[in-house]
């Protein structure tokens, strides 16, 4: 007779070996340059903050305060591509393994690892997760923030101590979250975690109220004390974000039809097990944060593909519960458990494929391959300190050149929005004496103006398609 036991004894090492598997495949290849536009900038930003440049000024107006203060250590320890996108594997195994913790406690063990697997290996959450940009790291952070809040809610011990530091630690996680990148997808989880603090019988202590705003307020002090409050607040008020009408815009529409199998069962199976969901006060939390997250999708214009991994760990966590949760109504037996599972994980993974991680890695590859190219041309026709430009920031960092500091961050976002302009790119790069101005993706052919001053005062070169205005030297 087959013994149970054994199975369940070792069960719980799965976790272990499917984080090591993830790990190990996101090592393989993560020295290629794959990626994305944001990584460039962030890489640039960190330069230029290194390089003595005013920090919380117009030039790092798309950057958040915690990435600026930490920009020393993080560049200090990653000298090369290699260890830079290490840290965000880093931050994506934590978020993967809080997911599991979440899971597993509010279904079981088994759905735990059905649906940390479906979450580790969706196409975009995995290609965010090896790019030097800080999705992952906020998705991490406000997730320990919510399983520090369901710790405090769930507690059992009457020692008052261990319930101080759990609070405490949730509100910690959740602003340095907010601090490492600012989204709607942050500001929710401070609007919504005080209602449910409300449902909790240990709100009406003052000493955890106290502890909460103490852990919330902490990791703002050493920003307070850096910059000029007034400047950053009128210079953040000042740049225009994409809260534009309404429709579906191509982020959604992604969302809609590359999870529609997993919002569909998470949002219908949701309505006929309404009881359930609210249960308990952390489930409540999580499908609530995923409901306003699919409308700030809806709402807000200016999010990307990148950005669907703040709204991921709770889709699947929801969709885990729906499943549990009716398998237990219908009192299936073992074999038809896995049945009614694998009706719905095979199509999911079908929709969850349908952007195949091999093929945006392939992609992405033919695309950055040229970079690679084109840095090396950078690094035989310029000096270690002169300064380059690119509509694309990784060539800079390829080239091991800097970039000048208002250039750091040159989106189409900015410049629909006059956040740069023809003429303060050409003021950056006469101030910097720009040797060489590489278009890489096209988006300083948006600026008219600039290439018809490029025209006119640099050679142009190309280079595998890419297109390199060198300045003309007299005599």
């Known amino acids: 007779m087959f013994n149970y036991s054994f199975v369940r004894r070792y069960f719980k090492y799965c976790i272990c070996v499917l984080l090591l598997v993830y790990l190990l495949i996101q090592l393989f290849h993560l020295n290629i340059p794959f990626g994305d536009y944001d990584e460039g900038v962030y890489i640039a930003t960190i330069r230029s903050v290194l390089n003595g440049f005013p920090i919380y000024s117009k030039t790092y107006l798309s950057q958040f305060p915690l ?6 250590p993080i560049y200090f320890i990653s000298k090369n591509i ?5 840290e965000i594997v880093s931050f994506s195994i934590i978020t993967l393994y809080i997911f599991y913790l979440l899971t597993k406690k509010y279904t079981s063990m088994k759905y735990g690892l059905i649906f940390t697997f479906l979450l580790a290996f969706d196409a975009i959450f995995f ?5 030097f940009q800080m999705d992952i790291p906020f998705t991490a952070l406000n997730l320990l923030g919510v399983y520090f809040f369901d710790m405090f809610i769930c507690s059992t011990d009457e020692k008052k101590n261990k319930n101080v530091i759990y609070i405490f630690l949730s509100g910690v996680f959740l602003t340095t979250a907010f601090l490492m990148k600012s989204m709607p997808a942050g500001v929710l989880s401070y609007i919504l975690i005080l209602p449910f603090f409300i449902f909790s019988y240990r ?18 002090i050493p920003i307070l004390l850096s910059i000029n409050i007034h400047e950053m607040y009128f210079e953040t008020a000042g740049f225009r974000h994409g809260l534009f009408g309404l429709g579906l815009n191509s982020t959604f529409r992604l969302l809609l039809t590359h999870y529609a199998p997993v919002i569909g069962l998470s949002i219908a199976g949701s309505i006929l097990i309404f009881k359930e969901i609210f249960k308990y006060i952390t489930v409540q939390f999580m499908y609530i944060q995923f409901i306003v997250l699919l409308l700030i999708f809806y709402f807000y214009q200016d999010l990307f593909p990148h950005h669907l991994v703040f709204i991921l760990p709770f889709m699947f966590f929801i969709c885990a519960y729906v499943i549990y949760i009716f398998i237990v109504r219908l009192k299936l037996g073992v074999f038809e458990e896995y049945i009614f599972i694998l009706a719905f994980i095979i199509p999911a993974i079908f929709f969850l494929t349908t952007r195949n991680v091999q093929l945006l890695s392939v992609i992405n590859i033919q695309e950055n391959t040229k970079y690679i190219s084109v840095a090396e041309y950078i690094d035989r026709t310029t000096y270690p300190n002169e300064y380059i430009a690119s509509d694309d920031q990784i060539i800079g960092y390829l080239a091991n050149r800097n970039i000048p500091p208002d250039l750091v961050d040159t989106s189409f976002i900015r410049i629909e929005n006059n956040g740069i302009t023809a003429s303060e790119v050409v003021q950056q790069i006469k101030k910097y004496n720009v040797e060489e101005v590489v278009v890489a993706s096209g988006r300083f052919n948006y600026l008219p103006q600039l290439i018809s001053y490029l025209n006119s005062n640099y050679r142009i070169n190309v280079i595998d398609g890419i297109t390199i205005y060198t300045k003309k030297h007299i005599g």
């Open 203 to 220: 709100w009406k202590s003052a000493t955890y109220i106290a502890w909460f705003i103490f852990g919330a307020i902490l990791p703002i």
């Open 82 to 86: 290699f260890f830079l996108r290490l």
């Open 67 to 72: 990435l600026i203060l930490i920009s020393e």
């Open 127 to 131: 290609n965010v997760s090896r790019t």
